[in-house]
């Protein structure tokens, strides 16, 4: 009997346990598919619970802290390269020689450039997010003073004589212009949009910016970028050089002999239907050259091949004796090699009808490109040594620096910074960042996604072409606002990526589950808004802000009538997400829209992400009501002053992350979405 | 010691008379020698600031010639621009002077001169509406920045950028005036005042819902010494303190606005079309006189007690010590002591020169003048003025005079 007994309890046992891990398996494959409503996803509860969880300690155990190597600077006697840590918060100094890191300083929040003072004693660190810059006295190897900036600043140059630092603000479109002498800023200039790179011409008359992204152009007409140039003595602005169907200039670099600018760009094709990618239909990389012995005349070369394109090109420096230039392509992990020479023997037997041809030749690099050299990830910011002879270049995302022999030009060797080992997220960087995954490597994310943000552009994505136009929107902090698309019919990022990600962006086939994932906990875990400069640290809003408020929660019109809850700002955009995560009709439908509702935008950090509505037809926050919403479908406006009409918008625009507000009562999750 | 005691009481009374006699007397010379003071200082006030001017420091060429007199010159040798010179029209609103660079605001667009050449700025340049009203230059991005009947405009080495009130935080479209005042741009429009901060982007407008004003049309904006003056239509005078962010107004303290009850007691009239601040003084253009205001007292002028060639005045302009007053019948300008008046012949290019100081006046006959009496606007390119009329623009250049004599005729 006892022998029967435990037969039949092991028998129930196992029968009790493939009954449970049967239909177990069943009900974790259900919940899988429905949270991410892609393809099917392969079961592992990590995907979720591990790696896409933003904070607590989960977040802690699975994510590391990087360096991410943004720019350099080489010290006046060669021995030291300064390196911008943009993650980690730090200035690193390279020993040279023996590629050992010598010492960091603690700087503000993500530092993107550094320079030297002429006599090699002071460093400048701009702190993008801190919204400063760092004096660093470098023989005592500490902070000695700050600056305050615009908001975002970037590249920076200092003058001949040393008396004067010119600051690219990106964020507040401007450069700030501070005599070193008081450290006061005495002048802000007006840029293009998105300046970012700073660089002064070889005699030092004129300081060159180069602006990322689009000046204001008509609705649906081509983008435009502009090099801000300014002059040194007057320090006015000189020349506003303009470079059509082009977009993210991050730096330029001047030919000793002072005749040409030249300017890495992105030429996005976001007129036409996106329904060829093959040579080069939806996104080409090249340079733009200003022609400043020429009366500043421009032209455009492509640094594409008919089969091959270079992503997202970032920085540029010139040989000391003018006969190539290096371009970073952060996307393609490629250093491309140019004869100058080459290209200005094009300019000069060329014709400008010649020249307007060759603009969009997939075939012209072929004349100038002498080279390109495999670096590690997301190749960024470039320096040669004093000599020349070494190009040192910031390997981003493998937290290192490549050597590479500017005469054999091959990559000799990388400096290894020291950054953590591979985790989830970083692996979801590093795809995010390359064109590996598109047709002949055309793009990368942070194409259209420049800083993780957005391009400022309208795309022709849909099915059908010139309908359904979608203005490119923002992927920071888009963690539990999920759907996805402005018809709201992506509800996971794992289902934006998937399927559809490849067969209507990227052509090839689709990322593994392993990158999918990879992809997915970057993209919401490591993406954050920078800080909202009109937003006070304390939370304290400005007389405007507070009247705005009271318009954005109002529920009586200012006659006294009720609004009705669904036309109510605060019903469709509440605390701490603003957005109610649903799809709305908010009579913003045009005729080319076959959608006719769509989903609900975040507002945080709103002020950073003109044009808007749907397909970017509102230039600013106040065209939403001002030109369009006659009949008060996109909240209750036409009643109000032009007072309250400021105000509305001086609230919308000190909205932040979403962490800073403490309403609980609005905060949702990925999961009650569904 | 006892005759000493019996003295005291007595000298103590006399003492004590004494005392009071001397201080009624001292106090009374004082008094009568305040009332004399009084009384010099108010009529210098109102007819001999020259007294104030000529001990200002005036300095030229770098050099402090603080005991030299300010001069107002005489403008001769007129230069007169319309259409046929390249303007694209003759109805010149304003002008304002850029270093070697000379704009003007017309009904057809914005015209800069520039190497003697004229060339044109219209909405196909991106200009935002061709009738422009009001120019000023940042002094410092030099940026140009552009009132308009449809929005303001600020123009930058090639670049258009436009603010309406659709697309910004501005108020009005029709704006008459715009000033920069550091980082700030402040504009004068037909919905009130609006004011742009050019770091962080942000607008406050002012209107009768928020600031001491009767109507929300305003004609000029000007600043100085830390306060902005906004001519408001109908509402006088509106100061806005930019540290305090407090207003006070001026109006007509007679509340008989067509009559000057009380002369200097006030702006001399609610209806004003301009204001002009310089040298510590705002200067108050209205259809009804002018104003002085040195921050104390005020002073009225009127064409029939003064050198002004006429109460209806469309702008003025505030140079060092002197203003410049575009009136529908010419243009006056004042130092505080003489009047000088350029009036056009009808039916000739010539003109008459009319100079009053005091009861003294002095006309001459030129062969040149401005091109037309209806006078909008003027500014100063070092000895070159430059005046803006609805008949074209003129340019004029100052007689040579020593400084230390009156101009000659």
């Not at chain 1, 010598?102 to 006599?119: F, M, Q």
């Not at chain 1, 990158?515 to 640290?537: F, G, K, Q």
């Not at chain 2, 004003?272 to 601040?277: N, Y």
Request: hydrophobic share 35%; glycine share 8%.
């Amino acid at each position: 009997m006892k022998k029967r007994k435990k037969i039949f309890l092991i028998a129930s046992i196992l029968l009790l346990i493939g009954f449970v891990g049967f239909h177990g398996r069943k009900i974790a494959t259900d919940h899988v598919q429905y949270m991410t409503a892609g393809e099917p996803h392969t079961l592992n509860c990590f995907s979720c619970h591990a790696y896409i969880v933003r904070n607590g300690p989960i977040a802690k155990m699975v994510k590391e802290q990087y360096l991410s190597p943004m720019n350099m600077a080489v010290s006046s006697d060669g021995s030291i390269l300064y390196v911008t840590a943009q993650e980690g918060n730090k200035l690193l100094a390279v020993n040279t020689t023996n590629h050992q890191i010598e010492y960091s300083i603690n700087v503000g929040e993500r530092p993107h450039t550094v320079v030297l003072s002429k006599n090699g004693k002071t460093a400048y660190v701009s702190n993008q997010w801190s919204y400063n810059i760092f004096i660093i006295d470098l023989d005592k190897r500490q902070v000695t003073d700050t600056l305050i900036t615009g908001t975002g600043p970037a590249g920076m140059a200092i003058s001949e004589n040393n008396d004067y630092l010119y600051v690219a603000n990106t964020y507040s479109s401007d450069i700030s212009i501070f005599d070193l002498n008081s450290k006061q800023e005495i002048r802000r200039l007006s840029a293009g949009k998105d300046p970012c790179g700073v660089t002064i011409s070889p005699d030092g008359n004129s300081v060159f910016v180069s602006n990322r992204l689009s000046n204001k152009v008509p609705f649906r007409s081509t983008p435009k970028s502009e090099i801000t140039i300014f002059g040194t003595k007057y320090q006015r602005v000189t020349h506003r050089d303009i470079f059509p169907s082009a977009t993210i200039q991050e730096n330029t670099a001047i030919t000793p002999s002072g005749d040409l600018a030249i300017v890495p760009q992105v030429r996005p094709k976001n007129l036409i239907p996106t329904a060829q990618v093959e040579q080069g239909w939806m996104m080409n990389h090249g340079i733009g050259i200003i022609d400043l012995k020429n009366d500043h005349k421009k032209i455009q070369l492509l640094t594409d091949e008919p089969n091959a394109f270079y992503a997202d090109p970032y920085d540029i420096v010139i040989s000391p004796d003018g006969k190539k230039a290096f371009i970073s392509h952060s996307g393609a992990d490629v250093i491309t090699v140019l004869d100058i020479d080459a290209i200005r023997n094009i300019i000069t037997t060329s014709t400008d009808e010649q020249l307007e041809m060759y603009s969009n030749h997939l075939g012209i690099s072929s004349q100038f490109v002498i080279a390109r050299i495999h670096t590690g990830a997301n190749p960024k910011g470039l320096v040669l040594s004093l000599d020349g002879k070494i190009l040192y270049v910031a390997e981003r995302l493998d937290d290192k620096i490549a050597i590479i022999d500017t005469k054999t030009l091959k990559k000799l060797e990388s400096i290894d910074l020291g950054g953590p080992g591979m985790t989830v997220s970083r692996f979801g960087q590093q795809l995010f960042h390359s064109s590996g995954h598109t047709f002949q490597g055309q793009y990368s994310c942070l194409t259209c996604h420049p800083d993780s943000h957005q391009d400022g552009l309208t795309w022709d994505m849909g099915p059908d072409s010139g309908r359904d136009l979608a203005n490119t929107q923002t992927l920071l902090e888009i963690d539990q606002t999920s759907p996805f698309k402005w018809n709201g019919k992506n509800v996971s990022v794992f289902m934006q990526d998937g399927m559809r990600f490849s067969k209507f962006l990227t052509r090839t086939e689709v990322f593994n589950q392993k990158e999918l994932d990879a992809l997915v906990s970057y993209i919401l875990t490591e993406l954050d808004l920078p800080p909202n400069p009109y937003r006070d640290p304390s939370g304290k809003l400005t007389n405007a802000q507070q009247r705005g408020k009271i318009i954005y929660e109002r529920t009586e019109t200012n006659c006294g009538r009720v609004i009705p809850v669904m036309d109510r700002c605060v019903t469709c955009h509440p605390a701490p997400l603003y957005t109610d995560r649903r799809q709305d009709d908010v009579g913003t439908r045009k005729a080319a829209d076959d959608d006719e509702v769509f989903d609900t935008p975040s507002l945080n950090n709103t002020f950073d992400s003109p044009p808007y509505l749907h397909d970017g037809s509102a230039f600013s926050l106040e065209e939403i009501w001002t030109k369009f919403n006659d009949h008060d479908e996109h909240g209750y406006a036409n009643d109000m002053t032009k007072d309250q009409l400021n105000d509305l918008v001086e609230y919308l625009k000190s909205l932040g992350s979403s962490e800073l507000y403490t309403d609980t009562e609005h905060k949702t999750t990925e999961a009650s979405s569904h | 010691m006892k005759n000493m005691k019996n003295l005291l009481p007595n000298i103590s009374a006399k003492l004590t008379v004494s005392l009071f006699l001397i201080g009624g007397m001292i106090f009374g010379l004082s008094w009568i020698m305040k009332s004399s003071t009084d009384k010099n200082v108010e009529e210098s006030n109102k007819a001999n600031t020259a007294v104030n001017v000529e001990t200002e420091s005036v300095k030229t060429d770098g050099e402090d010639k603080s005991k030299e007199a300010y001069v107002m010159p005489v403008y001769d040798n007129w230069e007169t621009f319309t259409t046929k010179d390249g303007l694209p029209s003759d109805k010149a609103f304003c002008v304002r002077v850029d270093g070697d660079r000379v704009w003007v605001g017309t009904k057809a667009g914005l015209a800069l001169y520039e190497n003697n050449t004229w060339r044109t700025f219209t909405e196909e340049d991106g200009l935002v509406h061709h009738g422009v009203l009001g120019i000023d230059i940042s002094p410092v991005t030099g940026d140009v920045w552009v009132a308009t009947l449809g929005g303001l405009s600020k123009y930058s080495a090639g670049k258009f950028d436009n603010y309406t009130q659709f697309n910004s935080g501005m108020l009005n479209d029709v704006i008459y005036q715009v000033t920069c005042v550091g980082k700030d741009v402040w504009m004068a429009t037909g919905g009130g005042a609006g004011k742009l901060d050019t770091y962080t982007g942000e607008w406050e407008i002012f209107n009768e819902q928020n600031a001491p004003m009767h109507e929300p049309w305003t004609y000029g904006v000007t600043a100085g010494d830390g306060k902005v003056y906004i001519a408001a239509w109908g509402g006088g005078v509106i100061e806005y303190n930019s540290s305090t962010k407090s207003y006070r107004d001026y109006v007509d303290p007679d509340g008989q606005m067509e009559l000057d009850v009380f002369p200097d007691d006030g702006v001399v009239h609610d209806i004003t079309s301009g204001v002009s601040f310089a040298d510590h003084i705002l200067w108050v253009a209205t259809y009804f006189g002018l104003s002085r205001y040195d921050g104390l007292h005020w002073n009225g002028y009127f064409d029939h007690d003064s050198g002004l060639i006429s109460n209806f005045i469309n702008f003025v302009h505030a140079n060092g010590p002197a203003a410049w007053m575009c009136t529908d019948k010419g243009m006056s300008s004042f130092d505080g002591k003489r009047w000088i008046t350029y009036t056009k012949n009808e039916n000739s290019a010539g003109g008459e020169v009319i100079i009053t100081e005091g009861d003294k006046v002095i006309k001459e006959k030129v062969a040149t003048s401005i091109s037309h009496n209806f006078v909008l606007g003027v500014d100063f390119q070092d000895d070159v003025i430059w005046v803006a009329t609805s008949k074209g623009v003129s340019r004029g250049v100052a007689r040579k005079t020593n400084s230390s004599t009156k101009p000659q005729l």
